[in-house]
């Protein structure tokens, strides 16, 4: 049977804290007692906190700042208003985030379906993150994306009915980490399926060929077999 070292070391530092706590406790009383006890619940609720799923550093956007000190508004443009036989339907156009923030308070739990197209991350300088570019050379590059991507769908999450779907384009860069931050976020029994697109018919010499090259091969290889024990 395995040891859990991991575990182990987490162990190790409950009961190192544990130990400080009770010096602590049986020390002189002074102003700093309680923070320090505090401080030391802190640093136990961490240690005792999730270990399994998807571990990404958070970053805060631009945005964050803006909308922790002042709640967006909807400004309507008259001169975009198109008459649809009295059937309402409107487009935000602003920073998502703060949309996002908006149709919370107003459709709550009343969404069926959302679809969204999120940038890739394919560090071609696509991705726009606290105001400037995110690309290849980013030690952070996939943490900011993870980090960008959690939000929202914690939003989306809470705007969606009870028989609500959502579906997200993506490719290969971040899909893995995109499942598992969905799996976390909405339930990974709630998952139903990925559908691949094939984007192009033409064989390209690259790594994104791979599959298509593969297959191929085992065509020629299962029709060769076939001939031989035809012949």
Same mark, same amino acid.
């Given at each position: 049977?395995?040891?859990?070292?991991?575990?182990?070391?987490?162990?190790?530092?409950?009961?190192?804290?544990?130990?400080?706590?009770?010096?602590?406790?049986?020390?002189?009383?002074?102003?700093?007692?309680?923070?320090?006890?505090?401080?030391?619940?802190?640093?136990?609720?961490?240690?005792?906190?999730?270990?399994?799923?998807?571990?990404?550093?958070?970053?805060?956007?631009? +945005?964050?700042?803006?909308?922790?000190?002042?709640?967006?508004?909807?400004?309507?443009?008259?001169?975009?208003?198109?008459?649809?036989?009295?059937?309402?339907?409107?487009?935000?156009?602003?920073?998502?985030?703060?949309?996002?923030?908006?149709?919370? @308070?107003?459709? $709550?739990?009343?969404?069926?379906?959302?679809?969204?197209?999120?940038?890739? #991350?394919?560090?071609?300088?696509?991705?726009?993150?606290?105001?400037?570019?995110?690309?290849?050379? *980013?030690?952070?590059?996939?943490?900011?994306?993870?980090?960008?991507?959690?939000?929202?769908?914690?939003?989306?999450? #809470?705007?969606?009915?009870?028989?609500?779907?959502?579906?997200?384009? +993506?490719?290969?860069?971040?899909?893995?980490?995109?499942?598992?931050?969905?799996?976390?976020?909405? *339930?990974?029994?709630?998952?139903?399926?990925?559908?691949?697109?094939? $984007?192009?018919?033409?064989?390209? #010499?690259?790594?994104?060929?791979?599959?298509?090259?593969?297959?191929?091969?085992?065509? $020629?290889?299962?029709? $060769?077999?076939?001939?031989? @024990?035809?012949?």
């Amino acid at each position: 049977m395995s040891t859990n070292l991991s575990k182990q070391k987490r162990d190790d530092l409950l009961s190192k804290i544990s130990a400080i706590r009770a010096y602590i406790a049986a020390a002189p009383q002074d102003e700093n007692t309680g923070s320090l006890l505090t401080y030391l619940s802190d640093l136990e609720r961490d240690v005792n906190g999730k270990k399994y799923g998807l571990v990404f550093e958070e970053h805060q956007e631009a +945005i964050d700042a803006v909308l922790a000190e002042n709640t967006p508004v909807l400004t309507e443009e008259p001169g975009l208003l198109i008459d649809n036989g009295g059937e309402m339907n409107f487009l935000l156009e602003g920073d998502n985030l703060a949309a996002l923030r908006l149709l919370e @308070k107003t459709h $709550r739990g009343r969404i069926d379906l959302i679809y969204i197209d999120p940038p890739y #991350n394919t560090g071609n300088k696509d991705f726009v993150y606290d105001d400037c570019f995110v690309d290849a050379q *980013d030690t952070f590059r996939h943490s900011k994306w993870l980090s960008f991507m959690s939000k929202r769908l914690e939003l989306a999450k #809470n705007l969606l009915s009870d028989r609500g779907v959502i579906f997200i384009s +993506i490719d290969d860069r971040e899909q893995a980490g995109l499942k598992l931050l969905c799996d976390s976020i909405f *339930d990974e029994n709630c998952f139903v399926a990925d559908v691949s697109w094939q $984007r192009t018919y033409s064989t390209r #010499n690259d790594s994104r060929a791979i599959l298509k090259i593969n297959n191929s091969q085992r065509n $020629r290889t299962s029709q $060769r077999n076939r001939q031989q @024990k035809h012949s």
